[in-house]
Every structure is written in C-alpha cells, then in structure tokens.
C-alpha cells in the first residue's frame, strides 16, 4: 500500500515538473491563427443558437425542415458522406436556404452543439439572438 502512495506522489511530481517546463514549442498567446478564430467565432454563434434558437439534428431531420421550407441555414461536417452533403445542397438549393461546410469532423461538430454524440447534420431554424445566418449563409 505504501509503496502504491510513494510511486502515485512521484508519478504527481514528475507531471507537474514536465507541465512547469517550457520547451520552445509553444507558441505565444496572443498569436492565434485565421482559422482558429473562425472556428471559435462559429463555435461561439452556435452557443448562442442552442441556447436561445431552434434546431434540428442529424440527416433526416434536416431534411424534413428543408422539404417544409422552415430551414435558415444548414451545417455540414467535412466528413459526411458525399451523397448525402450533395443532396443536402441540392435540397438547400431548391429552398434557397444558406449551407456552411463546417470546418471539422461529425464529432466536433456535435461538441460544438453541446452533445456527447456524433452529429454530421444541423439545420437551424431559428437562430434566436445569434447572427449567425447573416454570417455564415453567404459562404457557400
């Protein structure tokens, strides 16, 4: 038992030894990247959305709010599948409604919304507070 103590207070120290090093490969602060902003500035809107808007998850789901018309603005991951993201825009074409390839796979974007599960496909349909229609439709 003691020894268990001792080796689990020497693996704590040796952590924090490594953690309190800098070895030259950070990078500063206050330089961050045009994309890390971007993903963060999405991020942030999409906060917003879930906590204040409405929306649908997954594929088939977001395809019923663009057949009915009530969709604003669709989010795809980057690794959806190529058949389903071609008719998703084509869909969204049909509704005249914006899409945004988000910039990271199914399971960030389903962090992104706050879930603990994979989501390849959001719609929004109301954004509630965000601006994130007037941001991100235009990109396509």
């Known amino acids: 038992f003691w020894l268990k ?7 704590g120290l040796c952590v ?7 070895f030259g490969a950070e990078m ?3 330089k961050a990247s045009k994309a890390s902003k971007a993903a963060d500035s999405i991020n942030a ?18 395809v019923k709010t ?4 009530k969709s604003k603005l669709i989010l795809i991951a980057n690794n959806c599948p190529a058949l389903r993201k071609s008719e998703l825009e084509y869909y969204a ?4 409604t914006g899409v945004h390839h988000f ?8 962090t992104a919304c706050g879930r603990y599960y994979r989501v390849s496909v959001m719609s929004i349909t109301d954004p509630g507070d965000s601006d994130i229609i007037s941001t991100f439709a235009a990109d396509a």
């Open 66 to 69: 663009l057949r009915n018309g």
């Open 28 to 30: 500063p602060a206050n």
């Open 103 to 110: 910039n990271g796979d199914n399971n960030e974007l389903g």
């Open 5 to 11: 103590v001792v080796f689990a207070g020497v693996i």
């Open 93 to 96: 074409m049909l509704a005249k």
């Open 45 to 62: 809107r999409l906060q917003l959305v879930i906590r204040s808007g409405k929306y649908q998850l997954g594929h088939r789901s977001s």
């Open 16 to 22: 924090s030894f490594l953690q309190s090093q800098s």
